[in-house]
């Protein structure tokens, strides 16, 4: 394996070959929803990291491109942005609120009162792709990520169905010493890792037209 001229970009290549070679593996041992998390932890927070100019390894004109391309994200649609291969199942992710102690699942309730894992409460469908990439970005970055079963319940011992991921709505000190509300997306693993596999793909593609140019 060789040293990478550009790690975030680069790795995700790494990744996308690694999870070629043990998906069966991990499907086979009913390990998908942990595999996908595996992978996701670094394919997503990676390059969300470099590209923030605060970063002591971002390079402003090494990684423009990278920036560029997520910052894109900001103004397409999650369930049509540009990262997906093929049209995803938007009936398999969920976005709302929490707006209580996350401790208790069954006791959720969102702004309005609702459950915040019902169809109601799902806002999924007009959400940015950079919201709910911000939500699995800084919920695998902080481990706020719940295993739930088919009812969408955290029943040890029963069979995981849906991940719940988590991130503080609170954006600074002030407002998290006021409230403790969570923005929280739920899909099953199988939509995790159809998700996780394209997006580890676009991310390596980035920088594709700049090699081509250089070898033309």
């Known amino acids: 394996m060789g040293v990478p001229d550009r790690f975030a970009i680069e790795y995700p290549r790494r990744a996308l070959e690694l999870i070629g ?108 792709a950079d919201e709910v990439l911000r939500v699995l970005r800084n919920a695998l970055a902080h481990g706020n990520i719940i295993y739930l079963d088919k009812e969408g319940r955290e029943i040890p011992g029963n069979q995981m169905v849906y991940m719940a991921f988590l991130s503080r709505y609170e954006e600074n000190q002030e407002q998290r010493d006021k409230a403790e509300t969570y923005r929280v997306v739920i899909t099953t693993e199988e939509a995790f890792l159809h998700f996780v596999k394209p997006w580890a793909g676009w991310i390596g593609g980035l920088d594709l037209d700049r090699r081509v140019v250089a070898a033309a």
């Open 21 to 128: 070679m043990l998906e069966a593996s991990a499907r086979e041992k009913s390990l998908l929803g942990s595999f996908g998390l595996l992978a996701a932890s670094a394919v997503l927070t990676i390059p969300f990291e470099r590209m923030r100019a605060s970063h002591f390894l971002h390079d402003q004109g090494r990684d423009k491109d990278l920036v560029k391309n997520l910052k894109a994200l900001e103004k397409a649609k999650f369930l049509a942005a540009p990262f997906w291969e093929e049209p995803p199942d938007g009936a398999q992710w969920r976005q709302s609120r929490i707006m209580n102690n996350v401790d208790k699942v069954h006791k959720w309730v969102d702004q309005d009162g609702r459950d915040p894992r019902s169809a109601e409460a799902n806002t999924i469908q007009t959400r940015k």
